[in-house]
């Protein structure tokens, strides 16, 4: 299969699936190193490709996933709808609908469906249903059959995505809810906007290798997006700052 795609012939979004598996030899999400120049290399010698950079590392949908076909590079097409990581948590909020901290497999359809319908997308239930088991299958890291957060988040370009920053900075539960309590100055049980900036600020002095300062102002508004009108309540930052627990 791998061979046929490298000449040209079009596959689904379930089979590109396959062919990554196919090159990413040691299963751990990515394309690098020799499996990377393998595929660099069969790719131009079977397809008369220019142009295509050799790194390191090369993420699967940051510019794998362009190599699709038009109509089945509908992950590409998610990130062209979600410009930016304060849109991309307000789906997360409107889409997780029990607020369980998760988006289960209906949910995840929902947001499909509904991405697809905004821009005009032609679809049917089947297809739905593939980009759904698809994009599980892809995301869904420790197959547990819903998505959290940071696993949702790879949807995002690199670029734009701060979550993979918090990453390096998340904290046990017990540590978590200290900090929440440090912050929420007036204990009224959520934080503002203000408390808010107060705890990035301190968070980018501690984690300054990680976390830029300058980038606060981005870091803020995509939090915010997870707030009830603007009320951030501990479940809620705990998406974003807090470890999940095993």
């Given at each position: 299969m791998a061979n046929a795609y490298l000449q040209g012939v079009e596959i689904s979004a379930s089979q590109f699936l396959d062919i990554f598996h196919h090159y990413d030899n040691d299963g751990n999400g990515y394309i690098e190193g020799k499996e990377l120049q393998n595929f660099i290399r069969e790719l131009q010698q079977a397809r008369k490709q220019a142009g295509l950079e050799l790194t390191d590392k090369m993420k699967i949908f940051s510019q794998l996933v362009q190599i699709l076909p038009t109509e089945e590079n509908f992950l590409l097409f998610f990130r062209q709808q979600l410009k930016s990581c304060a849109e991309f948590m307000k789906a997360w909020r409107n889409y997780d609908a029990d607020h369980s901290g998760?988006?289960?497999a209906d949910e995840l359809k929902n947001f499909l469906k509904d991405l697809l319908q905004r821009a005009k997308k032609p679809y049917d239930e089947k297809k739905l249903e593939e980009y759904t088991l698809t994009t599980l299958k892809i995301f869904d890291s420790n197959k547990d059959g819903k998505l959290c957060l940071s696993e949702?988040?790879?949807?995002l370009p690199d670029q734009e995505n701060f979550l993979l920053k918090f990453q390096g900075v998340k904290m046990a539960r017990k540590e978590f809810n200290k900090?929440?309590?440090?912050?929420?100055?007036?204990?009224?049980?959520?934080?503002?906007?203000?408390?808010?900036?107060?705890?990035?600020?301190?968070?980018?002095?501690?984690?300054?290798?990680?976390?830029?300062?300058?980038?606060?102002?981005?870091?803020?508004?995509?939090?915010?997006?997870?707030?009830?009108?603007?009320?951030?309540?501990?479940?809620?930052?705990?998406?974003?700052?807090?470890?999940?627990e095993m």
């Open positions: 998760y988006i289960e949702m988040a790879r949807l900090i929440f309590e440090l912050y929420d100055q007036d204990r009224n049980g959520y934080m503002d906007e203000n408390e808010l900036d107060a705890l990035l600020k301190d968070l980018c002095e501690k984690n300054n290798k990680v976390l830029e300062v300058s980038k606060i102002p981005t870091y803020k508004s995509a939090i915010m997006a997870l707030s009830d009108g603007g009320k951030l309540y501990r479940t809620e930052l705990a998406l974003v700052l807090c470890e999940e």
